[in-house]
């Protein structure tokens, strides 16, 4: 498993606008990954709150990177792909908010059948922005589609 930093730098060269927009990577382990983006003028909307595709990015990285973890795990090469996305803003994004998915069990299975049964599975992960105070800024659901390389 690598580092929050080694996950940044990875985001500095293969992924620059998260990194530009200020998303980092906290915190990853088998059963979750936080993200955490501050509410900056590179990444605002013009109502002064942070625009909602930065959250989106931050919200799909913390997904995609527990998702990715656990396919390394797997010692399998899959293909992964959003299929869908569902998004709700309960807050206006100031300050820093955290993105945190939690599902690494759920991920974990979904991957144990598509390895038992060789079909392509599909799965949705959730991540919830939280602003400095606790409060519930986000929600976005990815429906993740994987499929096993032969």
Not at 21 to 40: A, F, Y
Not at 90 to 107: E, L, P, V, W, Y
């Amino acid at each position: 498993m690598k580092s929050p930093f080694q996950y940044n730098l990875y985001n500095f060269f293969k992924l620059p606008s998260v990194w530009w927009c200020g998303i980092r990577v906290k915190s990853v382990n088998e059963e979750s990954c936080l993200v955490s983006v501050k509410h900056r003028w590179i990444n605002q909307n013009p109502f002064k709150s942070m625009f909602w595709a930065v959250q989106g990015m931050a919200a799909e990285l913390s997904t995609g990177l527990l998702l990715m973890n656990e396919i390394a795990r797997t010692k399998k090469s899959f293909s992964m792909l959003v299929l869908n996305n569902k998004a709700n803003f309960s807050k206006k994004a100031t300050g820093r908010i955290s993105f945190s998915c939690d599902q690494g069990r759920q991920i974990k299975e979904c991957l144990n059948k598509a390895i038992s049964s060789g079909t392509p599975q599909t799965i949705w992960l959730n991540s919830c922005g939280l602003d400095s105070k606790g409060d519930t800024v986000s929600k976005f659901s990815f429906e993740w589609t994987l499929k096993l390389r032969r």
